[in-house]
């Protein structure tokens, strides 16, 4: 668990970029501090004058003043993260915590911070009381300048925050990216084979969850290095996101050799499920998808009504659809060199992301034709992303569905699905192998004009 948290840390290394910036603005303090001679040029000015009391009097009153403004800041952005709660989704605030601008202007908070702390211990050391320059009072002012500039500059990029286009491409850049990058990292140089089964005889042996949480990830290459040394072959029957409760059942065992398990081996493959109190956004796509549909939901509620911000999310629905078609989805099997599974994990399809994007927008927006627009897209990017037949087929489906939703609207609302409606024969038939210019004759049997 504590190696696993250090590479945790590792790959996010934000605090130890802030202990870092601690560590260097300490060193700077302590070598000015030590300086009493004025060895600036006129062009820079001289260096401030006086005793080590009053230069410890004017540090102390730098860092309570950038205290106070950083204070001030914090307390500003508090009602940009709960606004973004309540009007879109409370799922949004991890991930603006993650990529709120203020993250940048707070290491050189840092730097000063430690500069101030430590240069005012070493002026408490220095015995002589007499008046000289002190440039280490100099250099506190530039680095608290700096550091307010550049809190400024933050703070202004943090008013973007309150556009729904910044925080719904926030949460399609942050998900599925990290997704990409993770889930490929995971299964690199691992023999998989996606048309593979695990056949589990009846005297499988239950694998149960050793803690309470949300699962975040499945270490697949230590659980097929685990399976190997104990010799035996495990499927975790859990999707990434779900939640399980301590003892309950998350896949099966089955040794080579009949016999009865080894408890060892049952916690040594545990240890390659890792549990969290709360959903990571980093190996679980469907958690943005869910954002992304939330906030599609919430503006086409009554109270909200705003049917072109749904819009607007469904489609970076439409963008993450796309992006994770191109990421191997579904189950992960790793095989030995004899073709035999030798662990296997559940995985969601495309076609489950799809329903779970388009059911909330469909049941909320029916009579909308702007969400039927949208959710038409949806399902002719995953028609032409997808590479599996049945997720093919669930495109299909979902358009062949909203086709009957926009036969059933009025005359108006049809004349404005009527571009798209074109566009989906057209694509229908390429579902189905067939060329447009062969749609000829055929065009009217698609839905109406």
Not at 48 to 58: E, F, L, N
Not at 195 to 224: F, I, M, N, W
Request: proline share 6%; hydrophobic share 45%.
């Amino acid at each position: 668990m504590v190696a696993r948290r250090l590479r945790r840390l590792i790959r996010d290394p934000y605090w130890l970029v802030l202990l870092a910036c601690l560590g260097i603005g300490g060193l700077l303090g302590l070598e000015l501090a030590r300086v009493q001679t004025d060895y600036a040029s006129a062009f820079f000015g001289l260096a401030w004058r006086g005793d080590p009391s009053k230069t410890r009097s004017a540090l102390t009153a730098l860092f309570g003043l950038q205290i106070t403004v950083l204070t001030v800041v914090l307390s500003l952005n508090a009602p940009v993260i709960q606004s973004a709660a309540n009007q879109y989704s409370p799922r949004l605030v991890p991930l603006y915590l993650k990529s709120a601008p203020l993250r940048r202007a707070i290491p050189l908070f840092c730097v000063s911070s430690g500069y101030i702390l430590v240069a005012g211990r070493e002026l408490g050391l220095i015995t002589d009381a007499g008046v000289r320059p002190r440039p280490v009072l100099s250099g506190a002012f530039i680095l608290v300048l700096c550091a307010l500039v550049s809190l400024v500059v933050c703070m202004i990029r943090t008013f973007r925050y309150m556009r729904v286009e910044r925080v719904l491409g926030l949460v399609q850049e942050l998900v599925v990216s990290a997704a990409e990058r993770r889930i490929r990292a995971r299964l690199s140089r691992l023999p998989l084979d996606p048309a593979a089964t695990l056949l589990l005889p009846p005297e499988s042996s239950a694998l149960t969850a050793p803690s309470s949480g949300y699962l975040t990830e499945v270490d697949l290459r230590r659980l097929t290095r685990t399976a190997r040394h104990w010799r035996v072959r495990v499927r975790i029957d859990v999707f990434v996101g779900d939640y399980v409760d301590t003892g309950e059942v998350v896949g099966w065992v089955v040794g080579e050799v009949p016999g009865s398990m080894d408890p060892r081996a049952m916690h040594s493959l545990a240890s390659a499920l890792l549990l969290t109190a709360a959903r990571e956004p980093d190996c679980d796509p469907a958690l943005g998808i869910r954002i992304l549909v939330d906030v599609a939901n919430r503006a086409l509620s009554t109270s909200a009504n705003d049917a072109y911000t749904a819009r607007q999310a469904l489609q970076q629905v439409r963008s993450v659809m796309r992006r994770l078609g191109h990421l191997p989805l579904g189950d992960w099997n790793v095989v030995d060199p004899d073709g035999q599974v030798r662990a296997s994990v559940a995985g969601m399809r495309l076609r489950d992301y799809l329903f779970m994007a388009v059911d909330g927008p469909l049941h909320h927006g029916m009579g909308s034709p702007e969400v039927l627009e949208e959710v038409l897209q949806i399902a002719l990017a995953v028609g032409l992303t997808a590479w599996d037949a049945e997720d093919r087929a669930a495109a299909h489906a979902l358009v062949a569905r909203v086709l009957a939703m926009a036969t059933a609207q009025e005359t108006p609302e049809r004349e404005r699905l009527h571009r798209r409606l074109t566009e989906s024969r057209r694509i229908r038939a390429a579902f189905e192998n067939r060329s447009p210019s062969d749609l000829g004759a055929n065009a009217g049997e698609w839905g109406p004009h």
